[in-house]
C-alpha cells in the first residue's frame, strides 16, 4: 500500500487555498456569494434491481384510501415488484471526467449524503459534477426511494440522536449530551455541529439482513452504467469490493472512503486490476470499533497488494489535515478532501 505524504496534500491544497480563506475569513455576517450555475448536457433519473414475487392466499380488503373516501375492495393476492434502487444522474456540459462516476452512502443513510451539506454547503454531488464529472447518485435498495417491502427478515435498525455524534467520530464516548451546550467534541472538529440536528434528519431504518440483494442491485447498475469510477463509503465499502468482485473488467478505479467492511480475502485477486484510494478520516485510535475496522481493511488492502494489485491510502492526519469525522464528505474541509480524490483519479488517467 502507498501512503500520501504532508508534501503530496500541500500540493493540492494550495490549489484552493485562497477560494478557502475567502469563505472563513468573510465576516459571520456576509451572505455568501452566489452560486454559479452548473450547466448540464442531461440529469433524469430510474429504477434499477429487483424482482417479482407472487402472493397468494390472502382474502380480499376493503380499504379507505382517503379519509373520508369511497372505500375500495383490493385484492392483495398476485404479483408484486420488489427489491429495486432508486438512481438519479447529472451530465455536464462540459464532460471532463472519462468515465462516470457513481456514489455509494453508507448504513442508515441515502443518496442525500453527497447531496447539500448539513449547514448549506456544497456536497460532494455539485463538486464533482463542476469537475465534470457524469455522476450518478443512488439510494441503496431499502432505503429512501428505493424498493421497501415487509418480507425483510430481522428487524430495523434505528439510530437514537445521540448515537451518530459517538459512532461516526464527531465526539468521543461519552460525550453526547441532551444538552447542545454540555456536548464535547473531539479536538478541531470539523464536522459542522451546530448542523446536527439537520444531519439526523437524513437517517433512515436499515435492515442487516439484506446485504445479497444490495450488492445484487449495484451490479445491475454497474452493468447499465459503466465502464465506470465507484465511489463508496462507510457500510458501502463492502458493496463495493463485493460488487467489484463480479464485475471487476467493468470499473476501472475504487475510491473508498472510511469502508466499514470488506470484500473476499479470497477473491482479493480479482481485484488487482482495479487502482483503488482508501480514504481515512482522524481519531481512528480513539474509537471503541475503528482500530479494528481499520484492521480489517489494512489486511484486506495487503491481500489486494499480494495479488500484484494498486492500493494507495490517504490517511488524513497522517499527510497534516486533523479533525475530519466519518463524515467527510459533510465537514468543513470536504472540498479540499475532493480536491486530493480529483487529483489521484487524475494520476490514473481518467481526467481529460
Known amino acids: ?32 456569494p452566489p452560486k454559479q450555475p452548473i450547466p448540464l448536457r442531461d440529469m433524469g433519473s430510474f429504477h434499477i434491481g429487483g424482482r417479482l414475487i407472487e402472493i397468494t392466499g390472502q382474502p380480499v380488503k376493503e380499504i379507505v384510501f382517503t379519509p373520508g373516501g369511497v372505500p375500495a375492495k383490493v385484492d392483495p393476492n398476485g404479483t408484486y415488484q420488489l427489491e429495486q434502487m432508486y438512481v438519479q444522474y447529472f451530465l455536464p456540459q462540459s464532460r471532463k471526467g472519462k468515465l462516470p462516476l457513481l456514489l455509494w452512502h453508507g448504513g442508515g443513510l441515502t443518496g442525500v449524503t453527497y447531496e447539500t451539506k448539513p449547514d448549506g454547503g456544497d456536497g460532494w454531488l455539485n463538486n464533482f459534477i463542476r469537475y465534470g464529472w457524469d455522476t450518478y447518485i443512488s439510494d441503496a435498495m431499502e432505503r429512501g426511494r428505493s424498493g421497501w417491502t415487509n418480507t425483510f427478515t430481522g428487524e ?8 451518530p455524534w ?36 437524513q437517517g433512515v ?32 465499502g463492502s458493496f463495493g469490493f463485493k460488487a467489484l468482485e463480479a464485475r471487476p473488467d467493468k470499473v476501472k478505479a475504487l475510491v473508498a472512503v472510511e469502508p466499514a467492511g470488506i470484500g473476499d480475502p479470497k477473491q482479493a485477486a480479482a481485484l488487482k486490476g482495479i487502482p483503488t484510494l482508501v480514504v481515512f478520516g482522524d481519531n481512528i485510535a480513539l474509537d471503541s470499533r475503528w482500530p479494528q475496522i481499520r484492521k480489517n481493511d489494512d489486511g484486506f488492502f495487503d491481500e489486494i497488494t499480494r495479488a500484484g494489485g494498486k492500493v494507495d491510502v490517504l490517511d488524513l492526519p497522517k499527510a497534516g489535515m486533523r479533525g475530519n469525522s466519518h ?16 487529483e489521484w483519479l487524475a494520476k490514473q488517467g481518467l481526467v481529460r
Open 1 to 32: 500500500m502507498k501512503s500520501y505524504t504532508e508534501r503530496d496534500m500541500m500540493r493540492v491544497l494550495l490549489t484552493s487555498l485562497m477560494l478557502c480563506l475567502a469563505a472563513t475569513q468573510a465576516p459571520a455576517q456576509s451572505p455568501a
Open 156 to 163: 430495523p435498525v434505528f439510530l437514537p440522536l445521540g448515537d
Open 166 to 201: 459517538e459512532r461516526f467520530r464527531i465526539g468521543p464516548i461519552g460525550s453526547w449530551n441532551a444538552d447542545k451546550a454540555k456536548r464535547v467534541t473531539y479536538p478541531g472538529t470539523l464536522f459542522p455541529i451546530d448542523s446536527y440536528q439537520q444531519f439526523m434528519k
Open 205 to 236: 431504518p436499515r435492515w442487516t439482513t439484506t446485504d445479497e440483494r444490495i450488492v445484487a442491485a449495484y451490479i445491475e447498475l454497474i452493468d447499465k452504467v459503466c465502464p465506470c469510477v465507484v465511489l463508496v463509503h462507510s457500510q458501502s
Open 327 to 342: 463524515m467527510l464528505m459533510m465537514d468543513k474541509n470536504n472540498l479540499q478532501v475532493a480536491a486530493l480524490i480529483q
